[in-house]
């Protein structure tokens, strides 16, 4: 089992900054694809990032390519995701995701664990 907790979401202007990280414990998670995800009221979960095993490749969302980066340091078991630019649409949920797999891209059913979520805001 892994059990996932983000952290680092709040409330931003439109243009700011927030770096989101997953912690993850009862495994380690060095060998295992992470995503991240977000849902805004009234939609769907949609896929934002995944990074590989080794972090050597990562994958995103076309609407925040550019914008957010996604990175992970095995050695403390976490995951981040520094966004950047933020926009009034970026406010939802987000939730970050283990996979059983090395690699993994935008399917939530690629993807076995999830946190319960962090809020992020961005006002205009």
């Known amino acids: 089992q892994v059990q996932l907790v983000e952290s680092g979401g709040g409330m931003v202007q439109a243009g700011d900054s927030l770096r989101l990280s997953c912690a993850a414990s009862?495994?380690?998670?060095?060998?295992?694809?992470m995503g991240w995800f977000r849902q805004a009221p009234g939609k769907e979960r949609e896929f934002v990032a995944s990074?590989?095993?080794?972090?050597?490749?990562?994958y995103y969302a076309d609407s925040v390519k550019g914008r957010f980066t996604v990175s992970r340091d095995n050695a403390k078991n976490t995951v981040y995701l520094r966004m950047n630019s933020l926009k009034p649409e970026d406010t939802a949920v987000y939730y970050c995701?283990?996979?059983?797999?090395?690699?993994?891209?935008?399917?939530?059913?690629?993807?076995?664990?999830w946190g319960q979520g962090t809020q992020a805001t961005v006002s205009s």
């Open positions: 995701a283990a996979s059983l797999g090395m690699v993994a891209r935008d399917s939530p059913a690629e993807y076995h664990y």
């Open positions: 990074i590989n095993w080794s972090g050597a490749n990562t």
């Open positions: 009862g495994r380690t998670v060095s060998s295992l694809a």
